[in-house]
């Protein structure tokens, strides 16, 4: 699938204001992907035309079951620098027990995305402040795409369409040449599935834009 060599700025009318820099960080559990998410963002940004673009680990290796935190900076113009993300203009939960236990909204910019694999609606979340909130459920797309490994759900490249939906910086094409760099054909289709239907199933809170 071919990525677009400039901007959409139709897209991102869509979702998110168009600034300079947009810092995402990803809260997951070890064996859910985060980190392998945070790269395909990056990847699929490129592709988007995002020329500044960069992914990292925020808190150690990926242990399986642990609290597990990631970023992905993106920006039209290259990037020079690789600080923690303290304040994000956009979360992603790959674990919705991650809300309780693991500060998920900590920093988050007022008006940012909050983007949740929750079976729950934005509503039912029942979060308050000045958040545009998306929530789809991966887990369940990912199982019905054989997306498990060693007990384990794996969830990040389905929420790779949810941030698409919400936020409208990349596109499913972009997702799916990046998921497609990463895996073999028949995986690629998989996950890639699993990303076109969770984009369609992501569910736009009444602060977000539907």
Excluded at 51 to 57: D, F, N, Q, Y
Excluded at 74 to 101: A, G, Y
Excluded at 111 to 119: A, C, E, F, K, V
Excluded at 185 to 200: I, S
Aim: proline share 4%; charged share 15%; net charge neutral.
């Amino acid at each position: 699938m071919a990525g677009s060599t400039t901007l959409n700025h139709d897209l991102l009318s869509h979702g998110v204001a168009q600034c300079d820099l947009y810092e995402i960080r990803w809260h997951g559990r070890g064996g859910q992907g985060a980190i392998s998410s945070a790269q395909m963002l990056a990847q699929a940004a490129y592709y988007a035309g995002f020329r500044g673009v960069t992914s990292a680990p925020t808190f150690g290796a990926e242990r399986r079951g642990a609290p597990v935190t990631a970023s992905t900076r993106l920006s039209p113009t290259p990037l020079r620098f690789f600080s923690q993300i303290v304040s994000p203009d956009i979360v992603i939960v790959l674990d919705d027990t991650l809300m309780e236990c693991a500060d998920a909204t900590g920093g988050l910019k007022p008006d940012g995305w909050l983007i949740i694999n929750s079976r729950k609606t934005p509503e039912q979340l029942g979060l308050s402040g000045a958040l545009r909130i998306a929530t789809a459920d991966a887990t369940r797309i990912a199982i019905e795409n054989d997306l498990e490994v060693a007990g384990s759900v794996i969830v990040n490249t389905a929420m790779l369409g949810a941030f698409a939906r919400a936020t409208g910086l990349v596109t499913l094409d972009n997702i799916g040449e990046a998921i497609g760099h990463k895996f073999a054909p028949a995986l690629a289709k998989r996950n890639f599935d699993a990303a076109r239907m969770t984009f369609e199933q992501t569910i736009v809170g009444a602060y977000g834009n539907a």
